[in-house]
């Protein structure tokens, strides 16, 4: 079953993963290589499959966030996407029984049980969020918070093979009154799942964007490679970014701007540190995310990102569970992010209010009917609101964290290896999974 609660590309990837099982390995090998081979158009392959898609809805067999026309327009927009969602869903079509037979031999073929495609069920999906909520309240217990923010940092899966016995022993853990006390464990809940993937019951499979060839990787099946791995992750320094320039007035009735627009503003909102990670080398990406629907917003996202790969390798979009996993290692330097973050929001805060009531702000995000180029005003919005954000708040912030990552030392790489852990779901009470990308 595909989880597509992360709107349009996981829902294209579910539908995709339907048509293929529906068509079977051969006929999707010869229907979809002249597409991925760019010698047949995205409107095409939407007209050839009309009947699938239709009956994928209409019978439930595809749940998906977003609806069909939704997706199908993202599609048509996102040639990466469609690329992407054609190439996993061909892999694993023609691929899944030489991975069933070879590492999984238990579960089924992917037909027999109409693994994919789903929004989720009541069985493994609701099953699997259960769980994790009663180990994640157990940690809250004795910690004092929650270890994860959401359930992607536990387990990114997005489709899981499960057979008879899977689900079998999930219900029991469900319905285990320990569980519903939120006495489960993370030690507990990761062996028991282990076990299951080890004795092939059971197959989590996180799906990335993928340009270039398909390949499975396996992660968190084995502590000690975990533990190496991040041993072997270190900061190497900061990309060159660009201070903000410029200025506002604000008064009773005024929002004036004295700000250098240059398109893209490329280096002027964010700062990346730099890591090397076995034999990979990326970096964290930090960055306010300064409004939700029109109104100052606490949003922070910290990103990682793979050189020379197509998705992202994980993210984390909390502040206070950035400071807190910050703190691990060196609470000094996270007692310093949480001042100067609080410091700069509220300033922030401050401005973007007069903004929205005297520079235009609310008429750009939500313009008159009358108003013909919504587009250009609300992309305006977008870019004033970033301006404002990174002179208030992404400034000064900036410069806290260049300080700290320029120039390296033990403390820095351990918390490198921290705030990288929990991004990349690789934390000690992290699940095994298995990731398909490129």
């Known amino acids: 079953m595909a989880i597509t609660n992360t709107p349009e590309a996981e829902g294209a990837q579910a539908l995709f993963c339907y048509i293929a099982d529906m068509l079977g390995a051969k006929k999707t090998k010869t229907e979809f290589t002249p597409y991925i081979e760019k010698t047949k158009d995205v409107n095409e392959f939407f007209d050839t499959h009309k009947t699938l898609i239709d009956t994928a809805y209409s019978t439930n067999a595809v749940k998906t966030e977003k609806s069909k026309d939704t997706i199908i327009k993202f599609i048509e927009k996102n040639n990466d996407w469609f690329m992407s969602s054609l190439k996993i869903s061909l892999y694993l079509i023609t691929e899944i029984d030489d991975l069933v037979s070879k590492k999984f031999s238990k579960i089924q073929a992917p037909k027999s049980q109409g693994l994919f495609y789903k929004h989720g069920d009541d069985i493994v999906m609701d099953g699997m969020a259960k769980l994790f909520k009663s180990a994640n309240e157990e940690y809250k217990k004795g910690k004092g918070s929650l270890f994860f923010g959401n359930i992607n940092k536990w387990s990114p899966a997005d489709i899981y093979f499960a057979t008879s016995v899977a689900k079998k022993e999930i219900e029991k853990m469900v319905n285990d009154p320990e569980t519903k006390k939120s006495n489960l464990k993370f030690s507990t809940l990761n062996t028991k799942i282990g076990k299951m993937i080890k004795a092939g019951e059971l197959l989590p499979l996180s799906l990335k964007q993928v340009k270039k060839d398909v390949v499975l990787k396996q992660v968190n099946f084995n502590r000690k490679d975990e533990e190496e791995l991040l041993a072997e992750t270190y900061a190497t320094g900061v990309k060159p970014y660009n201070v903000m320039q410029g200025s506002f007035k604000t008064g009773p009735k005024l929002f004036k ?13 964010d700062i990346r540190a ?36 197509s998705a992202l390798g994980g993210q984390v979009t909390s502040f206070p569970i950035l400071v807190e996993q910050i703190k691990i290692n060196d609470p000094e330097f996270a007692k310093k992010m949480a001042e100067t973050f609080k410091k700069g929001y509220t300033e922030f805060e401050k401005a973007m209010k007069l903004y929205n009531q005297f520079g235009g702000g609310n008429m750009r995000y939500k313009p008159p009917s009358n108003v013909k180029n919504k587009k250009e005003l609300k992309d305006k919005f977008n870019d004033d609101v970033g301006a404002i954000s990174a002179l208030t708040l992404m400034n000064p912030l900036r410069k806290v964290i260049s300080d700290y990552f320029k120039k390296p030392s033990e403390k820095t790489h351990n918390v490198m290896r921290t705030i990288f852990a929990y991004v990349a779901s690789r934390t ?8 398909a990308k490129d």
């Not at 250098?260 to 503003?265: F, N, Q, V």
């Not at 000690?428 to 990731?435: D, L």
């Open 428 to 435: 000690i009470n992290s699940s095994p999974f298995v990731i």
């Open 274 to 309: 730099k890591l090397k990670s076995g034999k990979y080398t990326g970096d964290l990406q930090f960055r306010h995310t300064p409004a939700s629907n029109g109104r100052p917003s606490q949003g922070f996202k910290v990103v990682l990102k793979y050189d020379g790969a």
């Open 257 to 269: 701007f004295d700000v250098p627009y240059s398109k893209g503003r490329e280096g002027y909102r």
